[in-house]
């Protein structure tokens, strides 16, 4: 069917719970790079089961409902989730049992050459006691579903990048496995791991999940800003803006002003922009 904006803000769409453990949560931490020095104490408190702390962005991924299950009228295979924004409520368990629940928020429609936006906004609960850990706002381009009529406006606006130089530029190197060990945190889509699956999308070889990526930036944060502290970031917000490459050596640019981290992250190797417009809020401690 056809997108319609009655139907899509009325749709109704299932709770998702998950029980998870301290191993799933080493095994999304290994997935989004934590790890890579096993002699940083720091570091090792995110895939060691002594002090096991979960990352913030793990929030992200636990009990994700997946959009091929959400029959709401877009096309699946034309969809890119082009943006992300994510304010953390309280710091996540490194065990326990969660619920979400995702909504369409409001879509917009740019006609029938550029597509539609869909904007969803997802909370993640603890199941038992039923505190809010985190809400999202998920952007996703449906890129085949433009001129359903909908309304023209209005769109989030990106967080402006600073024209003065970064503060800070930080390296870190993707694992060439990383999609092979993100994706059995639930997300299987063939386009990460199977080459013909990533050909058939228009891509030479298999790319890194979007959200992997968001993992890899607030593992940047909590390293170079944070000091491994993971209560102290709060918001992470981005654009999706080019695909990383298991392999790619993802180079961040960061802007500090008090509270407010500002970031942009280029592949090396490619020199395309891969994350934009990206903000943190992280406070103090």
Same mark, same amino acid.
């Given at each position: 069917m056809a997108l319609d904006y009655d139907t899509l803000l009325a749709a109704n769409i299932p709770a998702k719970e998950q029980v998870y453990t301290e191993r799933d949560t080493i095994l999304y931490a290994l997935g989004v790079g934590f790890g890579h020095d096993p002699l940083d104490e720091r570091e090792l408190r995110f895939v060691y089961e002594r002090d096991l702390q979960a990352p913030p962005t793990y929030a992200s991924t636990l009990a994700w409902t997946r959009f091929a299950d959400v029959d709401v009228g877009y096309t699946y295979t034309k969809l890119v989730h082009s943006e992300q924004r994510m304010i953390i409520h309280?710091?996540?368990?490194?065990?326990?049992?969660?619920?979400?629940?995702?909504?369409? +928020?409001?879509? @917009?429609?740019?006609? &029938?050459? +550029?597509?539609?936006?869909?904007? #969803?906004?997802?909370?993640?609960?603890? +199941? $038992?006691?039923?505190?809010?850990?985190?809400? =999202?706002?998920?952007?996703?381009?449906?890129?085949?579903?433009?001129? #359903?009529?909908?309304?023209?406006?209005?769109?989030?606006?990106?967080?402006?990048?600073?024209?003065?130089?970064?503060?800070? @530029?930080?390296?870190?190197?993707?694992?060439?496995?990383?999609?092979?060990?993100?994706?059995? $945190?639930?997300?299987? $889509?063939?386009?990460?791991?199977? !080459?013909?699956?990533?050909?058939? &999308?228009?891509?030479?070889?298999?790319?890194?999940?979007?959200?992997?990526?968001?993992? @890899?930036?607030?593992?940047? @944060?909590?390293?170079?800003?944070?000091? #491994?502290?993971? =209560?102290?970031? +709060?918001?992470?917000?981005?654009?999706?803006? &080019?695909?990383?490459? !298991?392999?790619? =050596?993802?180079?961040?640019?960061?802007?500090?002003?008090?509270?407010t981290v500002t970031l942009r992250a280029k592949s090396k190797e490619t020199g395309a922009t891969v994350f934009n417009n990206g903000r943190a809020r992280v406070t103090s401690g």
């Open positions: 309280q710091s996540l368990a490194p065990a326990g049992e969660v619920v979400s629940q995702l909504r369409v +928020k409001d879509a @917009v429609d740019r006609g &029938s050459e +550029k597509g539609a936006l869909i904007y #969803f906004e997802r909370t993640l609960r603890e +199941k $038992n006691s039923g505190a809010l850990i985190s809400t =999202t706002t998920l952007t996703l381009l449906a890129r085949a579903d433009g001129g #359903f009529g909908g309304p023209a406006g209005p769109v989030l606006e990106p967080h402006p990048i600073p024209e003065r130089a970064a503060d800070l @530029v930080v390296e870190q190197r993707v694992s060439p496995r990383a999609a092979l060990i993100y994706r059995l $945190n639930g997300d299987v $889509n063939p386009l990460h791991v199977d !080459p013909a699956a990533a050909r058939a &999308s228009g891509f030479d070889r298999p790319i890194l999940h979007g959200l992997a990526t968001y993992g @890899v930036i607030g593992g940047v @944060v909590l390293r170079s800003v944070c000091d #491994f502290d993971s =209560t102290r970031l +709060k918001e992470l917000d981005g654009r999706f803006s &080019s695909p990383v490459f !298991p392999g790619d =050596t993802v180079v961040t640019e960061l802007w500090i002003d008090g509270e």
